[in-house]
């Protein structure tokens, strides 16, 4: 089984920064990919970006290319979204996921991972 904790969320206006990270214990060496989600209430989860930690296959949502930058600590298992030039449209609960196995194909089916933490709330003004 394998635990993920975010952290890093807030508030911030518009043209910001902020940082999260998404802290992974348990039997974390089978996982694959390590990915970040986002949703607001009445939406379905969408995608953020993607890390294949065997590989060097790094996948971008087409709504943060150029803003949000994906990367992991291999040494920490720790996965962080590094977030610039906000918009108010980026507000939602971002959410870290795990899975030992995927398609690059799949990497922001919701139903292909099997580990998911609490969420973290961005807001953007």
């Known amino acids: 089984h394998v635990q993920l904790v975010e952290s890093g969320g807030g508030s911030v206006q518009a043209g910001g920064s902020l940082r999260l990270s998404c802290a992974a214990s348990?039997?974390?060496?089978?996982?694959?990919?390590m990915a970040w989600f986002r949703q607001t209430p009445g939406r379905e989860r969408e995608g953020v970006a993607a890390?294949?930690?065997?590989?060097?296959?790094?996948v971008y949502g087409n709504s943060v290319k150029g803003r949000f930058t994906i990367s992991r600590d291999n040494a920490k298992s720790t996965l962080y979204l590094q977030m610039n030039s906000l918009k108010p449209e980026d507000t939602a609960t971002y959410y870290c996921?795990?899975?030992?196995?995927?398609?690059?194909?799949?990497?922001?089916?919701?139903?292909?991972?099997?580990?998911w933490g609490q969420g973290t709330q961005v807001t953007v003004s």
């Open positions: 890390f294949y930690i065997r590989g060097t296959s790094i």
């Open positions: 348990g039997n974390t060496d089978s996982i694959i990919v």
């Open positions: 996921a795990a899975s030992h196995y995927i398609y690059l194909s799949d990497s922001f089916l919701p139903g292909e991972y099997a580990y």
